[in-house]
């Protein structure tokens, strides 16, 4: 085995080493891309998560759009955004986003949203219909949506998928030993078993989980075994950030040669695309994964 270094776990919230500082976001592109977020009433996980991507890719002109709401059904312990009883459901949200899109110039869209599991079809029609009138309105627009768990509601499922999107993404978001901790209302084996009927339905598939939450080498070796097995395209593997006091505290920050040693075995795996850095994310160089 490999002793894989990394910086020193401490009670107290740790400061961020030097290789996770990100610039501020600014420049007229992200201006630009604020505006229309803001003008069409359009929900991204960009903001709701605090990405610390989110300079980089709005100064790009690209941007991870939310569907569904802003507020989730699940109360995960590392995610920032809000948990409660979703009130929001708007049956005009696919044209705002087609329009938004359109406008944005965009080449690769990704798609993302909340938990809605008290809506009996997981809030696929909306899913559906949101890439379907992105296709209509852009066909020369390539998407990745990055769904979520649907609990076994595989009809959900199809309906989601169905809509001519290029990439569908479901990420596992920790290794199997963590879900009772970081992910008490998902299953691993449930999520696994998505990402199977995914691959099985002729999609190209992506997932992606953080590291540094308490994970060993082995684990991590053994989720990336798990997803070899269930067919998945393309793996991303990030650094867990605490977004705030209230969350999950930050076990270790993982250095960038340990992330290069995970991209490496993960690769060794048969992987098309293995992103793996402190910073990385998972709609981070999406465009590549086509």
Not at 95 to 107: N, S, T
Not at 114 to 123: A, F, Q, S, Y
């Amino acid at each position: 085995m490999i002793d894989l270094p990394v910086a020193p776990a401490r009670a107290e919230r740790q400061r961020k080493p030097d290789w996770l500082r990100v610039k501020l976001p600014i420049g007229p592109d992200y201006k630009r891309v604020r505006k229309l977020v803001d003008e069409y009433q359009l929900h991204t996980i960009c903001q709701s998560g605090n990405c610390p991507n989110m300079g980089e890719c709005w100064g790009a002109g690209t941007a991870t759009f939310m569907i569904l709401g802003n507020v989730c059904t699940r109360s995960c312990s590392f995610c920032a955004v809000k948990t409660g009883r979703p009130t929001e459901y708007d049956e005009d949200e696919p044209r705002r986003v087609a329009e938004a899109i359109d406008l944005m110039q965009v080449k690769h869209a990704v798609l993302t949203s909340v938990n809605r599991d008290e809506l009996k079809d997981r809030g696929a029609e909306i899913w559906y219909q949101t890439v379907r009138q992105i296709k209509e309105r852009t066909p020369q627009v390539t998407i990745e949506t990055l769904i979520p768990d649907v609990r076994g509601n595989w009809d959900a499922l199809y309906r989601m998928i169905d809509g001519g999107q290029e990439v569908v993404s479901h990420n596992m978001e920790t290794v199997e030993e963590l879900y009772r901790k970081v992910r008490p209302q998902g299953r691993y084996h449930r999520s696994l078993e998505e990402l199977k009927r995914i691959k099985d339905a002729g999609k190209r598939t992506k997932t992606g989980f953080m590291v540094g939450l308490g994970e060993t080498e082995e684990q991590v070796e053994r989720i990336l075994d798990d997803l070899a097995e269930c067919g998945v395209d393309v793996v991303t593997i990030g650094q867990y950030l605490q977004p705030t006091a209230m969350h999950l505290a930050v076990d270790s920050f993982v250095t960038p040669d340990t992330f290069a040693h995970y991209k490496a075995l993960g690769m060794s795996k048969g992987f098309d695309f293995v992103e793996s850095g402190p910073l990385v994310r998972s709609s981070y160089h999406a465009e590549r994964h086509l």
